[in-house]
């Protein structure tokens, strides 16, 4: 069954993510941080779930202006702030690859070598439990979130998927999103830009 998630779930999302989305950046911030950011997420944007009984089989997370949710997560609480600050000084490494995560939708906002204007509005993350992938599961989500897209009145929207993420380009690429173009987040490491026109 899919559902919009209301905050009492985004703890078992964020387990969820740092589980499914391992090579993903935003896991090395621990389950309290995104714990706080699907919450966000629930306020600011779209995030579905799928569920059976009290398990959460999968979700997809959905802004349509992500760099507002960016700068409202940061600055609406100093506990935000706060832990993030504290994670920077365990690892400071961690300071070079929050910027450039934080500037990503400033990033893709731009033309592209091809004068295509990308949408502002982002699928943010997908993801399902390993056990049941290729259930159809993501399928389901993704039509849900275009309805309610739809209802919003966006014609189209983008994703950013690391360009190794194999599976996950074979997913855009079968649910009818375009490649229109490459950035690079972390150094050297490309990630694709997709889009879809609804």
Do not use: C, W
């Not at 935003?26 to 919450?39: I, Q, V």
């Not at 997420?41 to 507002?68: A, C, H, M, Q, Y």
Request: proline share 3%.
């Amino acid at each position: 069954m899919i559902l919009k998630a209301n905050s009492s779930h985004s703890n078992r999302i964020a387990f969820l993510h740092i589980n499914e989305l391992k090579s993903g950046f935003l896991s090395s911030f621990g389950l309290p941080f995104l714990t706080t950011l699907y919450k966000k997420i629930i306020k600011k944007g779209i995030l579905l779930i799928s569920i059976e009984g009290d398990r959460i089989d999968g979700f997809v997370s959905f802004s349509p202006n992500t760099k507002k949710l960016m700068l409202g997560f940061i600055f609406s609480s100093p506990f935000n702030f706060l832990g993030l600050s504290l994670k920077f000084f365990r690892n400071p490494a961690l300071i070079k690859k929050s910027l450039e995560t934080f500037t990503a939708p400033f990033k893709s906002s731009q033309k592209s070598t091809t004068e295509v204007i990308l949408p502002v509005a982002e699928l943010l993350s997908i993801a399902v439990d390993s056990t049941l992938q290729k259930s159809g599961i993501g399928y389901q989500l993704l039509t849900t979130l275009e309805q309610e897209i739809r209802k919003m009145g966006i014609k189209k929207y983008k994703v950013i998927t690391g360009a190794g993420l194999i599976s996950a380009n074979k997913f855009y690429l079968k649910n009818g999103f375009t490649q229109v173009m490459q950035i690079r987040i972390h150094g050297n490491e490309l990630s694709n830009v997709y889009v879809k026109k609804l």
